[in-house]
């Protein structure tokens, strides 16, 4: 404790003499005990903040982790923000939450202090999937709601998503405006724990009818699903709560061959068969791969466990499972729904769909071609939703994505939804099998038509106190000391979303852009190259997104020129040298 940051000791010590429980103290005093100076320095250094996806940390004793107070104060700031932006009414929130560890007892903490303190609480009677939860937002008229989740994050973490009266994720200036409220809580006093049961009304069965009727109605052609509704479809929720809406959402839409991986079907917070629970990642799918190749499947999809998200796995070329990246399964997912609307007649102009600045150009392109708006907007979900609710009776929104594997078709919710994702996907798969075509096929042909686009994150993870101060000094370096050439391509532009300019290289002109503040880099060069850095908003890490393009004379030629720009990635990996 000697060598600790004085102000470290304080938190610490508030702790050990507070209102907390004896549970708490012993803990704190256990790692103190053994001398765990680094553990209690990311602990206590700061307080938890809301980011791109609201309250998220691992969980245990600490101002600067998730635990029963850290979330108390965060709902005892939002409950007092509420009452002062919903004056004389009846305030109403939505509570759902996944699988994690922790997640429903954190769920009715959170449930008593909101209803502690006056506010009407509708409260999931088990586990739910995130777009559901901003579906009930909606439905409900709640002016607020709260997921407990970490998405897909290791086992070791917990979350809070908060949501503001269209469904959508905090955004600025209320998130900011919370914090200052939960900073104003001096004291774990003031946090009203003590719910009051009259205030909080269980919702169940009736909300998933609800939501899945809902999905079922963003089909755009039930014909290829009715002529193939035996599609070979296996599916994994990854221990989630996909477990108990995919496949109904998909049986509901007419698909009669979903196969589940039954290891993968229990929901267990600690997710016994995986690693990570991130369809991301190719070794969360092993055992989806594996089914899928002995059935001779046609498509397999897997979600994360709070089901916003999906990775899918296509037959290749020698009929092997591939999977996709989340800008492929977009690329996809968007060049379909757009020919699927023109072919369907529902084009009348003032259709768009939205993507995230680090999501694949591609789809600017496919869309420009098609006379479709695409709007870009910061990375996170909640500027997608942000975009949706102001567009509302203006615009028809289509779709919008992320290349982090989040996709909405419709507009029933403000967030990612991998629900109506995977019933579209799953159509769009039914779709190009009855034109003898794989969802392969189909990527190949867009990249034959429109140019073969490469995407590649490299993600660096700096924990704790320390990897904050580094992933700081990065971005001072790129801004201060920004790179001249990179991937043996000039840079001639720099665009930066902290001071909202973007620079000229060879004029020295900087104009402005119209964006919210954030955090991000991203450079552009010669032959349409774009890399972008960014730290996470969720995770210990600093990012960079790295898109090189070109043009893709024939099908048969695709592994060539894949292997060409890797190899173009490969430099720019090495010239950024971090």
Known sequence: MEKMDKSIRGRINSWLEGNYDEETKSNLRGLIDAGKTEELTDAFYKDLEFGTGGLRGIMGVGTNRVNKYTLGMATQGLSNYLKKVHTGRQIKVAIAHDNRNNAEIFAKIVADVFSANGIKVYFFDALRPTPELSFAIRELDCQSGVMLTASHNPKEYSGYKAYWDDGCQVLPPHDKNIIEEVNRIESVD????????????????????????TVVSKAVNLQAIKDQHDLNIVFSPIHGTAV??????????????????????????????????NPEEKEALAMALKQAQESDADLVMATDPDADRVGIAV????????????????????????????????????????????????????AASMDVKCYNVLTGFKYIGDLMTKLEGKEVFIAGGEESYGYLVG??????????????????????????????????????EYGLYKEELISLTKKGKKGAEEIRAIMEKLRNDPPVMLGKKRILKVRDYLALTEKDIESGRVNSIDFPAS??????????????????????KIKFYISVNGELASPAAYREKEKELDEIIATISKDLDF
């Not at 839409?253 to 997710?271: A, R, S």
């Not at 009929?319 to 072919?343: D, I, M, P, R, S």
């Not at 955090?519 to 210990?540: C, H, K």
Request: hydrophobic share 40%.
């Open 190 to 213: 003031q946090v009203k724990f003590e719910g009051d049961e009259d205030l909080i009304e269980i919702i169940g069965p009736e909300m998933d009818e609800k939501f899945i009727e």
């Open 244 to 277: 108990h809406i995919v496949p109904r959402a998909l049986k509901a839409v007419g698909f009669t061959n979903v196969n589940l991986v039954e290891e993968q079907c229990t929901t267990d917070g600690n997710f016994p068969t995986v690693v990570y629970p």
């Open 315 to 366: 037959k290749n070329e020698k009929g092997e499972f591939e999977l996709l990246n989340g800008n492929q399964t977009a690329v996809l997912l968007f060049h379909y729904l757009l020919n699927a609307w023109e072919k369907a007649g529902k084009f009348h102009g003032n259709e768009y769909i939205v993507k995230t600045i680090v999501t694949t150009c591609l789809i600017d392109k496919i």
């Open 411 to 448: 507009d029933h919710v403000r967030d990612k939804d991998a629900v109506v994702s995977c019933t579209m996907i799953a159509e769009m798969a039914a779709y190009y099998k009855g034109q003898e075509k794989t969802l392969y096929d189909a990527l190949l042909e867009v990249y034959t």
């Open 519 to 540: 955090n991000v880099l991203q450079f552009f060069t010669e032959g349409d190259y774009i890399i972008s850095a960014r730290p996470s908003g969720t995770e210990p």
